[in-house]
């Protein structure tokens, strides 16, 4: 299964059902009142995060999901029935970024427990039926709400893995054969460079009462921060980890170690400067090559705390995972360098905007007025005189007379268009 961290999609919660006009009929009544009911509300659509999934792959053929629309209402003052809400599963770990239109992305949240979940688009309300209408001057009233819209947004979802451990390296380090040698992992190996072309996760057994997880990422170069070697798109997978285990290659010459070990830091601090931070053991690979030893013994003069191990003979490998394990129980969950989404001021819910365009049409926008449109029946002129009554208490009308709007200009709301009189 090939391995996808990163997709973007597309949701769309569903839209209210419409409210109705409908009459009460009961035998003996003569004058039955109005009784349309309510329409039900859309679904929404939430994302949830799951063990079951393990990477994003699900989403390279399905991009775009729906929630079910909410059912007109009945008569009766019977209410439609609500559209079932939407869940999207994705892995443990996943970032969620969210665009609606005319907005810039924002992170909108970390799942990073199973069963953690978000809600991305919410569903629209069911319009009102005619029962709400009625007044002492208003009996029968002829009209009904329509359903509201519901939310449809962009989504882009950026899975980092969940590990304890991160091993990094360059190239052909040994990395993808210590995981191989101490979990159940079973990475492609061999003696070339960019083996392992996505990251791989292992369980390493401590004990029978104690466990982590490492993830080998694959072998970064200079640049990789920038995306030499795909290298951006490995090195987020390391944000989470707790230790860091640096591989040197000790079948090369102490210059190209040293050359090595500087790149890597680079690269990793280049990336997110809280990674150089992380409690990091260097690890010289390869100790039943000739010179590998003369190579641990070179660089423990300027490293005293290096380690060496053989994963062919197994030296070392048991002492190094002992001291993994101590250093993650020893440190604590790194927070993520994305910071949650700023307090964003929200403009006052009856808030609109009229303009001019090229064309002389006033064009009048806000959340209510578009809302309010879109929920309006103009086929009823009971339904346009009560929008026309919502419009004048918001200020809408004396707004465009200050404009200088005349009768028989044009007026447009979202997609609908009218005469200003």
Same mark, same amino acid.
Do not use: C
């Given at each position: 299964?090939k391995?996808?961290?990163?997709?973007?999609?597309?949701v769309a919660?569903?839209?209210?059902?419409d409210?109705?006009?409908a009459?009460?009929?009961?035998?003996?009544?003569d004058m039955?009142?109005?009784?349309?009911?309510?329409?039900g509300?859309?679904?929404?659509?939430?994302?949830?995060?799951?063990?079951?999934l393990?990477?994003?792959?699900?989403?390279?053929?399905?991009?775009?999901?729906?929630?079910?629309?909410g059912?007109?209402?009945?008569?009766?003052?019977?209410?439609?029935?609500?559209?079932?809400?939407l869940?999207?599963?994705?892995?443990v770990g996943?970032?969620?970024?969210?665009?609606a239109?005319?907005q810039?992305?924002?992170?909108?949240?970390?799942?990073?427990?199973?069963?953690?979940?978000?809600?991305?688009?919410?569903?629209?309300?069911?319009?009102?039926?005619?029962?709400?209408f009625?007044?002492?001057?208003?009996?029968?009233p002829h009209?009904a709400?329509k359903?509201?819209p519901?939310e449809?947004c962009?989504l882009?979802?950026?899975?980092?893995?969940?590990?304890?451990a991160?091993i990094?390296?360059?190239?052909?380090?040994?990395?993808?054969?210590l995981?191989?040698?101490?979990?159940?992992a079973?990475?492609k190996?061999?003696?070339?460079?960019?083996?392992?072309i996505?990251?791989?996760?292992g369980?390493?057994?401590?004990?029978?009462e104690?466990?982590?997880v490492?993830?080998?990422?694959p072998g970064?170069?200079?640049?990789?921060?920038e995306?030499?070697?795909?290298g951006?798109?490995?090195?987020r997978?390391?944000?989470?980890?707790?230790?860091?285990v640096?591989?040197?290659?000790?079948?090369?010459?102490?210059?190209?170690?040293?050359?090595?070990?500087?790149?890597i830091?680079?690269?990793l601090?280049?990336?997110?400067?809280?990674?150089?931070?992380?409690?990091t053991?260097?690890?010289?690979?390869?100790?039943?090559?000739?010179?590998a030893r003369?190579?641990?013994?070179?660089?423990?003069?300027?490293?005293?705390?290096i380690?060496?191990i053989s994963a062919?003979?197994?030296?070392?490998?048991s002492?190094?995972?002992?001291?993994?394990?101590?250093?993650?129980?020893e440190?604590p969950?790194?927070?993520?360098?994305?910071?949650?989404?700023a307090?964003?001021?929200?403009?006052?819910k009856?808030?609109?905007?009229i303009?001019?365009?090229e064309?002389?049409t006033f064009?009048? #926008?806000?959340?209510?007025?578009e #809302?309010l449109?879109?929920?309006t029946?103009?086929?009823?002129?009971?339904?346009?005189?009560?929008?026309?009554?919502?419009?004048?208490?918001?200020?809408?009308?004396?707004?465009l007379?200050?404009?200088?709007?005349?009768?028989?200009d044009?007026?447009?709301?979202?997609d609908?268009e009218?005469?200003?009189?």
């Open positions: 299964m391995f996808i961290d990163e997709v973007s999609i597309t919660a569903g839209n209210g059902g409210g109705i006009v009459w009460r009929r009961e035998k003996y009544v039955g009142g109005p009784a349309g009911g309510d329409g509300a859309g679904g929404s659509v939430y994302v949830e995060a799951t063990t079951a393990s990477t994003l792959v699900e989403f390279r053929f399905k991009r775009h999901f729906a929630a079910e629309a059912k007109a209402g009945g008569g009766a003052r019977k209410s439609g029935p609500s559209g079932k809400d869940i999207v599963p994705v892995p996943t970032l969620v970024y969210r665009t239109e005319g810039t992305e924002a992170f909108l949240a970390d799942l990073a427990e199973p069963g953690a979940r978000v809600l991305v688009a919410k569903g629209g309300r069911g319009g009102l039926g005619n029962q709400h009625a007044t002492p001057k208003r009996q029968a009209f709400e359903g509201e519901a449809t962009g882009r979802l950026e899975l980092r893995l969940l590990a304890d991160g990094v390296g360059v190239p052909n380090a040994g990395k993808s054969t995981l191989s040698v101490i979990s159940a079973r990475p190996i061999a003696d070339y460079p960019f083996t392992t996505e990251p791989q996760l369980v390493v057994r401590v004990s029978d104690e466990s982590f490492a993830v080998d990422v970064l170069i200079e640049g990789a921060h995306g030499a070697g795909l951006d798109q490995f090195l997978h390391v944000e989470r980890t707790r230790v860091l640096h591989m040197l290659d000790g079948a090369k010459s102490l210059d190209e170690i040293l050359h090595d070990k500087t790149v830091e680079a690269e601090g280049a990336w997110n400067p809280k990674l150089p931070q992380k409690p053991m260097l690890v010289v690979s390869k100790l039943d090559l000739p010179d003369e190579r641990l013994e070179d660089l423990r003069a300027q490293f005293p705390e380690r060496g062919a003979t197994g030296e070392g490998v002492e190094l995972v002992y001291a993994m394990a101590k250093a993650i129980a440190t969950l790194p927070a993520l360098a994305d910071q949650p989404p307090h964003i001021a929200l403009a006052p009856n808030a609109f905007t303009e001019r365009d064309d002389g064009v009048i #926008r806000g959340a209510r007025v #809302r449109a879109a929920m029946d103009f086929d009823s002129d009971e339904g346009l005189a009560r929008f026309e009554r919502i419009l004048n208490k918001l200020g809408v009308e004396k707004k007379r200050e404009m200088g709007a005349q009768e028989g044009s007026v447009r709301i979202s609908f009218f005469s200003y009189s």
